[in-house]
């Protein structure tokens, strides 16, 4: 069946440093990729989304790319910031209104 | 932008007894409304989709009859856990869909309740 797989956390960082959390799915067809965030105490937020291969979604600094040929969806920051600690999900929609898959989430903590 | 509430934000209850969760959506009214669950390191698992005035639809392996779900208005939605076990214990999310020629298919998310069965 299809499924999102995402690297384990926690990830701890210092302020500044490259992020990458990778991100792999399993689909019979072409879904729409997402990345959601999760701060502390709060709803999950989208982050950004790529609705077919190639596209590149980017939002606050975050960028990720839908690679079709790896099926991967890896979420990437050049610099991260204290604020950006929380718990991030990757996840697949196959079309307007269908269900969402989620990966288990990965905890980012980002140390001054 | 979009906010959704959810209350109790934590509840412990006995075995047995039956708990309401409440989800709302404060700013925006949502014909359809989702329900999760999360276990510890784990993903949000679908439950239940409901849309407003008519019956929820579960996914393979919920028990309706243990999780009822109502969808009276347009801005909230609960889920009642009947006759709890300590196995029901988790982390319950409910999402509100905004879905317009605009916006496209957007889903905002409560906080989250935190159910713990003795």
């Known amino acids: 069946g299809d499924s999102v797989t995402q690297m384990e956390g926690p990830v701890t960082l210092s302020e500044e440093a490259f992020l990458t959390i990778n991100c792999t799915y399993t689909?019979?067809?072409?879904?729409?990729l997402f990345w959601y965030v999760q701060y502390p105490g709060e709803g999950l937020q989208l982050l950004l989304k790529?609705?077919?291969?190639?596209d590149k979604g980017s939002n606050k600094g975050f960028e990720a790319t839908y690679r079709k040929e790896t099926t991967s969806f890896h979420l990437e920051k050049g610099s991260v910031q204290v604020s950006d600690s929380a718990v991030y999900f990757c996840a697949l929609q196959y079309n307007q209104g269908g269900k969402l898959i989620f990966g288990q989430g990965t905890e980012l903590s980002v140390k001054p | 932008g979009a906010v959704v509430s959810q209350h109790p934000s934590w509840v412990i209850c006995k075995s047995g007894t039956s708990v309401k969760i409440e989800c709302r959506s404060l700013?925006?009214?949502?014909?359809?409304m989702f329900w999760y669950r999360q276990f510890p390191k784990q993903s949000l698992m679908l439950m239940a989709t409901?849309?407003?005035?008519?019956?929820?639809?579960?996914e393979q392996g919920v028990e309706k009859d243990k999780f009822l779900i109502n969808h009276a208005s347009l801005t909230l939605s609960t889920l009642t856990v009947t006759s709890a076990h300590p196995e029901d214990s988790s982390f319950y999310i409910c999402?509100?869909?905004?879905?317009?020629?605009?916006?496209?298919?957007?889903?905002?998310f409560g906080p989250g309740t935190r159910l713990t069965v003795l």
């Open positions: 999402s509100a869909r905004i879905w317009d020629r605009e916006s496209t298919d957007t889903q905002y």
């Open positions: 689909a019979t067809g072409y879904p729409s």
């Open positions: 790529a609705t077919k291969a190639d």
């Open positions: 700013d925006f009214q949502a014909t359809t």
């Open positions: 409901s849309n407003e005035g008519s019956k929820a639809t579960y």
